[in-house]
């Protein structure tokens, strides 16, 4: 009859109710966005949840479709995306994939994307999928890469640090031994004092070497304490504890500082940076040209300072260029120095924020320029 006709009818219209109450509970549950694309008409009809894992509540749906949601997809994981989805649309199966959307705040979050493609006859009519926010996760798991990236580095340095230091550190202890060996035998009263410089070069050597063991220590384990600093009294300050040096081998010290030059920074890294920079300057001179210089010079341009140690030394030869600022490398006989150098002040200078590089012509001179952030609290 129609009233049991009318009865069955609203039996079903209230399980069907029920039912998509059901479905919808169980999706917000999951906190997913839900999409759905026409693969005929590319229209893409998305949830709120969808907008709203965007940031884009109030989005307008009629001008998304598929072409306008690629350019929501991060550059580097766009294609990767189109060609997986495509894949599961010609083979008719379903995909997955974590992908970078970008969020009304002009940032990109991390989302899984999974989907399933429907047919209709043999044409792939329809692609219905969800994306869920694993933002946390992949920046918890970058933490953890980078963690091992930087693990991995202090453990290869660890490894070079411990055959290079039983080199460094046994070599002038032999050398020692050889000394007072021949400072026992001889009766040669100059000879004697011959021995005993040579021992106490030996011995100041090693003490170098310590010395740089602790800056590299130092840099690495000590937080970056910011003060004001003044640029030129700070250089003139290193300037003056290397100057019997400089006199010895004869380098004329030109510094181009305006006085007033003020940084934001870490002053005993900055020292040890400007140190080692300028010994080597200093180290490296050239014997056979008349006029031996050294020039070190600083101008603003925000937001770094530019400083520059120019030198007229003997260079660096093209070969040993990418390798001066490692661990323990030394690119000539001439150094009776650690090879640690150029390494320490490159290392503490990044743990500035700043940056390093090297032009430099065998035979001609060296200049180091220094990016260093005028404003070390500024990030
Ligand atoms: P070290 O001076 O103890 O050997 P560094 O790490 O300070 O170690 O320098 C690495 C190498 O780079 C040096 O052995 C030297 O060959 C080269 N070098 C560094 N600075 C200069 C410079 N100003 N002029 C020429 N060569 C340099």
Redesign the pocket.
């Known amino acids: 009859t129609l009233i049991e006709n009318q009865k069955a009818l609203e039996q079903l219209a209230t399980e069907l109710e029920k039912s998509k109450n059901r479905f919808s509970m169980a999706v917000d549950g999951t906190k997913a966005g839900i999409y759905e694309w026409n693969i005929l008409t590319n229209q893409l009809y998305v949830s709120a949840r969808f907008k709203f894992l965007l940031g884009m509540d109030t989005m307008d749906d009629s001008t998304l479709n598929i072409e306008t949601f690629r350019f929501l997809i991060h550059p580097e994981d766009r294609n990767m995306a189109i060609s997986l989805v495509n894949t599961a649309v010609e083979l008719d199966t379903t995909y997955q994939h974590e992908i970078r959307l970008l969020q009304n705040t002009g940032s990109y979050r991390w989302f899984l994307d999974s989907g399933i493609v429907s047919l209709k006859g043999s044409a792939p009519q329809l692609a219905v999928g969800s994306i869920i926010d694993i933002h946390d996760r992949k920046s918890a798991e970058q933490q953890l890469k980078d963690k091992n990236v930087e693990l991995e580095k202090a453990n290869r340095e660890l490894d070079r640090f411990v055959y290079s230091a039983s080199h460094d550190m046994r070599a002038p202890l032999t050398t020692l031994l050889g000394l007072i060996h021949l400072a026992q035998i001889t009766y040669i009263p100059g000879e004697l004092d011959t021995y005993h410089t040579m021992m106490i070069d030996r011995i100041h050597a090693m003490d170098r070497f310590i010395k740089e063991v602790t800056d590299y220590s130092r840099n690495s384990r000590l937080e970056v304490k910011t003060e004001r600093i003044n640029l030129r009294t700070t250089t003139d300050e290193v300037i003056s504890a290397l100057s019997f040096l400089a006199n010895e081998a004869g380098v004329e010290i030109k510094i181009e500082i305006d006085i007033s030059l003020e940084l934001n920074s870490d002053k005993s890294r900055l020292k040890v940076i400007l140190n080692?920079l300028i010994a080597?300057?200093i180290?490296?001179t050239d014997s056979s040209k008349p006029r031996r210089f050294l020039k070190i010079q600083a101008k603003p341009q925000e937001p770094y300072c530019i400083l520059r140690i120019v030198?007229n030394?003997?260079?660096?030869q093209d070969q040993?260029k990418d390798k001066?600022f490692d661990m323990f490398?030394?690119?000539?006989e001439k150094?009776d120095?650690?090879?640690?150098?150029?390494?320490i002040a490159k290392e503490t200078i990044q743990r500035l924020q700043g940056k390093i590089t090297c032009q430099?012509e065998e035979g001609i001179g060296?200049t180091?320029e220094i990016l260093l952030p005028i404003d070390s609290t500024k990030n």
């Open positions: 080692n080597n300057a180290k490296y030198d030394g003997i260079g660096i040993y001066i490398f030394r690119a000539t150094s120095g650690s090879g640690l150098g150029l390494y430099s060296s180091f």
